[in-house]
């Protein structure tokens, strides 16, 4: 296929989540100034920090719903417009209650973005194309928060919390029109799209989609075992995953007083995890090997995590801290192969839904219980150790899960290598 397409859709969906994807970092840099404000313990702080993924969970089926049966792209284009409000209007609250509820809409609005850039992808790529459209797409996990920690920390030596709240909050804004204007929801929309490239893409996708099996729907996926498994899988390392990316640039914090300091030191750790993302998901085709590849850098992480709280150096903290960044995050790619080889085709649809709905409350369960455990023993080691022993059951879920590919047919394997 033609290049077209990889230029004008993977690009411009690449900066609208990382534009979202701010909106989970940002919050990790500001939270000491914004507990000081306040005054609100570390408990408080994780509420905060956690109550967005409640109210993502709300719209991630609905949202899912609308891109396959209205239109992606302007479901897409309403809701950054939602999320763009809801994050600058998180700049002009007055009290703890109504951040929660600037957080919580923020959840809601970027809640069904996700499953409508899949819907979108679909649309454009190919089977043997998506896997990497949606590993291009979700590097911008770790660029975002490359870029975002050092920004927050330049913005914080000219502007309070709420201005910086307000500043990022405005970028969704204005790139929802860059969006609208250049993405359509499938290539027979596109007029930038070569003739002969657009009628060979339409002609392979109908065929795909001709071959197709039909969806079962939601209530078949709660109804499998299987799923469940990767919803609790997902659950448990999200709880990792957060707990460690919204606190991580408060143990920074205790390197260095200054705010730029802290922003590019903890830009280090997600460097080291946007290549360790990238490496562990090519060695992973290149094995065609899932969960090994998901259970070890959990269990890395782990690791390092709990060596963490034995090392007094603040260098020595920050090389098991980038460690700890290329575990929680390398697990991405290969992660989200894993359904596709396990689940009925007829499923695995409602399946992916149902995992990152329910999967992402982890999002709230890690910075919360590592707040209450910073508050219960003034110090961070708990915390981590919590965090740790979520990552480890993730592994082990991971695993089990794994012995389920072992026994897949041949079809199955067939789309795990495409995956």
């Not at 939602?82 to 609005?109: I, Y």
């Not at 060979?200 to 071959?211: N, P, T």
């Not at 830009?267 to 992973?284: E, K």
Request: charge should be positive; glycine fraction near 10%.
């Amino acid at each position: 296929m033609g290049s077209s397409k990889w230029l004008k859709i993977i690009p411009v969906a690449f900066i609208m989540y990382m534009l979202a994807y701010v909106d989970r970092i940002n919050v990790g840099i500001l939270m000491p100034y914004i507990q000081k404000d306040l005054n609100i313990n570390a408990s408080a702080a994780g509420d905060i920090a956690g109550i967005f993924f409640v109210g993502y969970m709300i719209f991630q089926i609905p949202g899912g719903i609308l891109a396959a049966k209205w239109s992606a792209r302007k479901t897409i284009f309403i809701l950054m417009i939602l999320w763009g409000l809801s994050a600058t209007a998180a700049g002009f609250v007055q009290t703890e209650g109504q951040l929660k509820v600037a957080r919580f809409a923020l959840g809601v609005a970027e809640g069904g973005v996700w499953p409508a850039v899949l819907v979108l992808l679909a649309n454009w790529f190919t089977i043997k194309e998506r896997a990497r459209a949606n590993a291009f797409w979700m590097a911008c996990l770790p660029v975002s928060a490359m870029l975002m920690a050092p920004l927050s920390g330049f913005f914080l030596n000219y502007f309070g919390w709420k201005e910086v709240l307000i500043i990022q909050g405005i970028p969704p804004l204005i790139w929802a029109f860059v969006w609208y204007a250049v993405v359509k929801d499938k290539p027979s929309d596109a007029k930038w799209l070569p003739q002969q490239e657009r009628e060979e893409l339409l002609k392979e996708l109908a065929s795909e989609q001709g071959k197709g099996i039909k969806s079962e729907g939601y209530m078949a996926a709660f109804k499998n075992k299987t799923v469940w498994g990767l919803v609790v899988m997902y659950f448990l390392w999200m709880t990792g995953f957060y707990g460690y990316t919204l606190w991580v640039p408060s143990v920074v914090g205790t390197f260095s007083k200054d705010p730029l300091t802290i922003g590019w030191l903890t830009a280090i750790p997600f460097t080291c995890a946007l290549v360790g993302m990238t490496l562990n998901s090519y060695w992973s085709d290149k094995r065609l090997n899932r969960t090994q590849h998901v259970a070890i850098p959990l269990l890395i992480g782990a690791a390092s995590m709990i060596a963490g709280q034995f090392v007094s150096s603040p260098t020595l903290q920050m090389v098991l801290l980038s460690i700890t960044a290329i575990g929680v995050y390398a697990p991405y790619g290969p992660l989200w192969a894993i359904p596709t080889a396990i689940i009925p085709a007829g499923v695995v649809g409602a399946a992916l839904g149902l995992q990152n709905a329910i999967g992402n409350l982890g999002g709230y369960n890690g910075p919360k219980f590592f707040g209450m455990l910073k508050d219960s023993t003034g110090n961070y080691h708990a915390g981590f150790y919590f965090l740790a022993t979520a990552l480890v059951l993730a592994a082990i879920m991971t695993l089990i899960l794994g012995k389920s590919i072992s026994k897949s047919t041949n079809k199955n394997t067939d789309v795990d290598k495409a995956s």
